[in-house]
C-alpha cells in the first residue's frame, strides 16, 4: 500500500470522513513536494493536491496526479462527508483551524492516524537516515582537527557548522513542537555550563550567546582538561539522525571516564531492551532500573522523564521512550536512545545513538564509537570505555 493508502485506512478506523494535510513536512511525507500545498484526503476518492504557491513546481515533485492551483480554503471543492474532516490539530496554529471550520465545517484530529502511519519507516527511509547519521562523521573529524585549548564554544560551532554542510547537511533542522528552535550545529557545551539545562529541551543545552536564545555555544574559551558535548540534529534530505557525543580536552579525568562506562552500559541496557512488541515505557523502565543498580539515579537524565524518542522527517517524533508510554515498537521504527548523566558536581556525560528495530531486536545506524573520546594538543584521540 502507498503511504496514502495506508493514511486513508488509518482515517477509517479513526472514524474520520477524509483529512485536510496542511503541515509542510506531512505532505512531503505523503505527496512528495516540499513547495506550500493542501492535501486533500478522502477514502475512497483519488487524492487531490491544492498548491498555494509554485503550482508547476509542485506538479514536477508531486506523486499524486490531481495537482490543482489553489491559495484557500475556498479552493478546496469538499464532497459530501459522512463524518468530520481530519486535520494536524497537534501543529496548526489554532486560527487556521478555526478558518477552516468556519469554511469547510466539522474539524477533528487525524494527527494519531498520521502518526501511526509516519512511525513506522520503510526501506528508503532508513537508508537515508544512516545518511543523515554519516554526517556526524564529518562534525566527529572537524572535532578532532579543532578542539583545542584556546578555542571558544562559538568558534568551534562555527567550524563544526562548515563541515557539516560541506558533507551536506540541509542547513535546517525540522521539529514537531511550535516551541522548539535549534541551531544546525546543535549544542556545544563546555566547562561550566556542562549541567545546564535551559530553553526547553530537557537535556544539555549550554547557555547561548544571550537570554533571547538561551542556549547553544557561547563566548567561553575552552581549557585544558574540560569535557566538551555536542548533541545535534542530522537533516540530510529531510531526514534527520540526532546524535551526541563528549570529547575531553588533552586528557579524560578518571572520573569521567567512570561514568563514560556507566553511561555506554545504560546505552546498552535501553539497545537490549528494544524489539518489536515490547512498549516503549519498558524500555525507560529497564534503563532506570539500570541507572539505580549502578547508583546513578539522582542524576539520570538530568531528571527528564525519557531515555528516548522517534526520529525520521521531524527530530522530535513519537514514539518518546518514557514512563506511562504504551505504544508497542514496530519493525521499521527509528529511535534515538540517548543515556546521560548531569550534574553541577561534574557537568555531564551523553551518550547518543539513533537504531532501527528489527524482527529480534534492533541495529544501530552509524558507525562511530560509542565512547568518551579525548583529544591532545597533537589531535591523538583516545577512547573511553
Not at 490543482?68 to 490539530?89: N, V, Y
Not at 562506562?261 to 519498558?282: F, Q
Amino acid at each position: 500500500m502507498s503511504r496514502i493508502e495506508r493514511f486513508s485506512a488509518e482515517l477509517e478506523r479513526a472514524g474520520l470522513a477524509g483529512a485536510l494535510v496542511m503541515h509542510p513536512v506531512s505532505v512531503y511525507y505523503l505527496a512528495g513536494t516540499g513547495q506550500p500545498a493542501n492535501l486533500l484526503v478522502v477514502p475512497g476518492r483519488e487524492p487531490v493536491l491544492y498548491a498555494r504557491r509554485y503550482v508547476e513546481l509542485a506538479r514536477a515533485g508531486s506523486r499524486v496526479a490531481d495537482v490543482r492551483e489553489g491559495a484557500g480554503f475556498s479552493a478546496i471543492e469538499l464532497p459530501e462527508l459522512d463524518g468530520p474532516l481530519g486535520m494536524e490539530l497537534d501543529v496548526l496554529p489554532a486560527a487556521l483551524v478555526a478558518s477552516a471550520q468556519r469554511r469547510l465545517g466539522e474539524v477533528a484530529d487525524c494527527s494519531e492516524a498520521l502518526w501511526a502511519v509516519r512511525m513506522v519507516k520503510d526501506a528508503d527511509e532508513i537508508s537515508a537516515m544512516r545518511e543523515s547519521v554519516a554526517l556526524f562523521d564529518a562534525l566527529h573529524e572537524a572535532m578532532i582537527e579543532h578542539l583545542r585549548p584556546g578555542i571558544t564554544e562559538l568558534e568551534l560551532s562555527a567550524e563544526l557548522a562548515r563541515a557539516l554542510r560541506r558533507a551536506g547537511h540541509d542547513g535546517v533542522v525540522w521539529q514537531h513542537r511550535w516551541d522548539a528552535k535549534l541551531a544546525m550545529e546543535g549544542h556545544v557545551v563546555s566547562g561550566e555550563h556542562l549541567s545546564t539545562m535551559s530553553r526547553g529541551p530537557i537535556t544539555v543545552t549550554g547557555v547561548g550567546l544571550a537570554e533571547a536564545f538561551p542556549m547553544g555555544a557561547s563566548r567561553r574559551e575552552i581549557q585544558h582538561g574540560d569535557t566538551v558535548l555536542v548533541d545535534l540534529g542530522l537533516n540530510k534530505a529531510g531526514y534527520h539522525g540526532d546524535m551526541a557525543r563528549c570529547y575531553a580536552v588533552g586528557e579524560a579525568s578518571d572520573e569521567m571516564r567512570r561514568l563514560a562506562s556507566i553511561c555506554r552500559e545504560l546505552e546498552d541496557v535501553a539497545i537490549g531492551a528494544i524489539r518489536p512488541g515490547v512498549t516503549a515505557a519498558s524500555v525507560y523502565d529497564a534503563t532506570h532500573a539500570a541507572a539505580e543498580r549502578l547508583g546513578v539515579a539522582d542524576v539520570f537524565q538530568g531528571g527528564g522523564p525519557y531515555i528516548g524518542h522517534g526520529i525520521g522527517l521531524e527530530l522530535d517524533e513519537p514514539p518518546v521512550l518514557g514512563p506511562g508510554v504504551e505504544t508497542p515498537l514496530e519493525e521499521g521504527m527509528v529511535l534515538t536512545v540517548e543515556p546521560k548523566l548531569i550534574s553541577p558536581a561534574f557537568g555531564a556525560i551523553n551518550i547518543e545513538d539513533d537504531l532501527v528495530v528489527t524482527p529480534d531486536g534492533c541495529s544501530i545506524l552509524g558507525s562511530l564509537p560509542r565512547a568518551l573520546f579525548a583529544v591532545d594538543e597533537s589531535g591523538e584521540v583516545s577512547t573511553a570505555p
